[in-house]
């Protein structure tokens, strides 16, 4: 059951073919420096850019999916793959050997028929995300189902996050099976939210924030300190090189609170004050940068633990940008080792970015319920969608 999933949920531009949780093959446009100058995602630009890219994109990962099962098979990728070539005649040489594999392996201009009988399903992001760059996913995925006649899925990217931690290799690796029910924490630049995974397709939002999120706070921080977008990959440089120190005990919010929701826009107002009164501490941007890291981390890791208490679920499961974070795993490892439990999260670094792979993941356990569109003209972007 092959699906090819579209993601454009914000400013990367990602198409992925999957069969079952195996993803054959996997594409992402990054738009990363098209709005580092501005200091954050604009939407205007993501949406030309998505517009710009997206045919680009899945005809890249078509021949990806077309070199995998016709190309590499055949004797003459198998030789090249092997490395050196030995020539088997005078007009034969490793060079034009070469040469004629790469022209080869990059043409498919027209790939109607490899669609047509390859791909089984359509699947694409309704939404959370950003509005205008949701539509050019559903725009396409919509053009592609009524063009190759195949029926449509909506997946909601929240549910990809959760299902990051469960997708494989094309060869099927890392073989994980599923043991409901999951403590799920999805966090990342617009969400910062627990979610009980009771069973596939099946969860109940226990805890969510009331304002900013995680990665959001992490952004704004780097920001304030001049270091750029996106901030989190910074801020986690700088917090290391200082041992990840706490110098300056920035406020933790909402831990007092019974329920499990956050807070962060209190934290980013805090951190804001500060510079601003003590502009000679600037300079002190790598221990900044840590205390700040710090501040997010142990409200993160303290409300897990209350979640803990509260299920009774020990079993975790954490996805979204923030997770990619080295010093976040292992605070969340750190936890769960206290109540005998275990955290998994997305099995490769791409995974915890947006990607379609994961969208695609989602789409093979709907269609197995038969969760297909109904009215493919009515399918709309839901910029602000829940689980």
Known sequence: MNILAIDTSCDETSVAVTDGRKVLSNVI?????????????????????????????VEESLKKLYHQKNLFT?????????????????????????????????RLTNYSDFFANKIDYIAVTQGPGLAVALEV?????KELAKKYQKKLISVNHLEG???????????????????????????????????????HLEYEIIGQTLDDAAGEALDKAAKLLGLGYPGGPVIE??????????????????????????????LKTSFYYFLKKNPNKTSEVKLLASSFQEAVFDTLIKKTEKAIKQTGINRLVVG????????????MRSLVKKYQGEVLFPTYKYLTGDNAAMIGVVAAYKAEKGLFVEDIDQLDRIPRMNL
Request: cysteine-free; hydrophobic content about 35%.
């Open 137 to 141: 996913g559903i725009k396409k995925a």
């Open 74 to 106: 055949s004797e003459l990728a198998s030789r090249l793959s092997a490395g050196p070539v030995t020539p088997r005649s005078s007009s034969e040489s490793e060079g034009s050997l070469r040469r004629s594999f790469a022209q080869t392996s990059t």
């Open 237 to 266: 440089r700088l917090a290391y090189e200082v041992g990840n120190v706490d110098s300056h005990s920035f406020p933790r919010p909402m831990l007092k609170s019974k329920d499990l929701n956050f807070s962060f826009s209190g």
């Open 320 to 331: 979204g940008g923030v997770i990619a974070n080295k010093r976040l795993r292992n605070l």
């Open 29 to 57: 446009y990054s738009q990363v420096l098209l709005h580092k100058k501005w200091g954050g995602v604009v939407p205007s630009i993501a949406k030309r850019a998505h517009e710009e890219r997206i045919d680009f994109v």
């Open 161 to 199: 996050h959760i299902y990051s931690v469960f997708v494989q290799n094309s060869k099927g690796n890392p073989k994980r099976d599923f043991k409901f029910p999951y403590l799920a924490l999805i966090v990342s630049g617009g969400h910062t939210e627990f979610v009980i995974f009771k069973n």
